[in-house]
């Protein structure tokens, strides 16, 4: 059975709830006020804690805020009166477990009572433990991390996941977002179909509903057959919208109706398709200073933001420098087919010490260079000194941005018209051989994008 922290200002409350609970065999701590919690929280960690909302000084509210900035995994539950529901609600989107809504049955408070119970013991809420190692743990063996604050990520990552809450992962550019997305989904009860993975940002405009959404044939020029989108294709699985808030505001409209009704309605199509998706977003844009500059809706932020995840950049989590860098070069080493196996004396040290603006993704790069570049078995200093000298050259040039746009342009299209080159041409405004020009230049075969049926 559990330890469950019991907090009311209300002794004749507080005694209810202790002897229902202590009757299902739960051992009980109780606290009269907020700041009593607290203090009992300091002597002895419980598996869950049950408070009421409303008590004088502290409330429940801000019990909630300081155990949550203290223990982040460790489930709060709400006793709340009908009129406080709402507030009980926005404490649900910051993390808060659950709620339970005055006069209750006492079967609904058990009931909570397990699940909240289930939730802490088989997650570990109260531990943070590094289980790396352990191969029953796949779903996040993508992971590598030795960080305390990382393992804090992956513990409420793995809570979450038994859930189908909508999750919000907000880290810079190159820390992992789609990592962490994907072992969220490999952690799920939805790990047996597909996670779609699409680019907010990398879709142009007048492409973005019917990527996501799909059409029918004939519902715009180019459209010369059914075409499902992406939620469609990740049907009983799990969507994740990296770089959400590169939305343009009416598409954010449109996405805000769909995650609503749970259903789809594909450009040009009469009837809706019911939707079983998950839905994890990802940004490295702040998107609270995004919905006060009026460029993000803030209910679409609000049906996004169920669970926020908060992945530390590369400079905060030092200690998981050489454990990538070293898997790195094993990778790449193999990639390359490089005898490369180690790190000479200073170098791992010089990589440790760096800024990594980039985060892993600039870690990786870094490694790779020095594999590339490496004419014997180790990777001295020098060779690490001179491709940390040459950061600065990891923006890319303006043309090979430009390249990269071209490509992803490139792709959508094909995709849009199942690789029909006619109708792609027609649809970027060229002609047919200045179009196959464009598809050689990156390499692109439209019998790619044709459908399984007509190849």
């Not at 000084?57 to 460790?74: C, K, T, V």
């Not at 000194?385 to 923006?395: D, F, K, P, Y």
Request: hydrophobic share 45%.
């Amino acid at each position: 059975m559990a330890r469950i922290l019991i907090v009311d200002d209300d002794a004749a409350l507080l005694r209810l709830l202790s002897l229902r609970l202590r009757k299902e065999g739960h051992g009980l701590i109780e606290a009269s006020s907020g700041e009593a919690a607290l203090a009992r929280l300091d002597q002895e960690l419980p598996d869950l804690v049950i408070t009421d909302m409303r008590m004088g000084g502290m409330d429940g509210l801000q019990l909630f805020e300081a155990i949550h900035r203290r223990h982040p995994l460790l489930p709060v539950l709400m006793i709340t009166a009908h009129g406080t529901i709402p507030d009980a609600v926005r404490a649900l989107q910051r993390g808060m477990f659950g709620y339970i809504s005055k006069p209750f049955e006492a079967r609904d408070l058990l009931a909570e009572v397990d699940r909240a119970i289930a939730a802490s013991q088989a997650l570990g809420a109260n531990v943070p433990v590094d289980d790396s190692d352990d191969p029953a743990e796949g779903w996040r063996e993508a992971i590598l991390t030795r960080s305390p604050r990382m393992q804090q990520v992956l513990a409420e990552a793995r809570m979450v996941a038994a859930t189908d809450a909508s999750v919000l992962i907000h880290g810079p550019s190159g820390s992992g977002k789609e990592l962490l997305a994907r072992a969220i989904h490999a952690a799920s009860h939805r790990a047996g179909a597909k996670l779609v993975a699409v680019n907010c940002g990398a879709i142009p405009e007048n492409l973005v509903e019917s990527e996501l959404f799909g059409h029918v044939k004939g519902a715009f020029t180019g459209a010369v057959r059914d075409r499902a989108g992406l939620f469609v294709e990740a049907q009983r699985g799990t969507v994740f919208l990296d770089e959400v808030g590169e939305l343009p505001l009416a598409m954010q409209v449109k996405l805000l109706r769909v995650l609503q009704e749970r259903e789809v309605r594909a450009v040009g199509a009469e009837r809706a398709i019911k939707l079983d998706v998950r839905v994890i977003a990802a940004s490295h844009r702040n998107l609270e200073e995004e919905v006060a500059a009026g460029r993000f809706r803030e209910d679409l932020y609000y049906r996004l933001h169920v669970v926020a995840l908060d992945l530390p950049p590369l400079a905060e989590r030092r200690e998981d420098i050489p454990l990538l860098a070293r898997h790195f070069m094993a990778a790449l080493a193999q990639r390359y087919g490089k005898t490369v196996n180690a790190f000479g004396a200073g170098a791992v040290e010089a990589l440790a010490s760096a800024p990594w603006p980039g985060n892993v993704r600039q870690l990786q790069n870094t490694v790779e260079k020095c594999v590339v570049l490496s004419t014997s078995p180790l990777i001295d200093l020098t060779l690490v000194q001179r491709a940390l000298a040459n950061q600065s050259q990891t923006m890319p040039a303006l043309d090979e941005a430009r390249r990269a746009f071209e490509r992803d342009y490139l792709v959508q299209l094909l995709r849009l018209t199942s690789g029909n080159v006619s109708q792609a041409a027609r649809l970027a405004h060229r002609n047919r051989t200045d179009f196959y020009a464009l598809l050689g230049r990156h390499q692109l075969e439209p019998g790619q994008f044709k459908p399984a049926d007509s190849a």
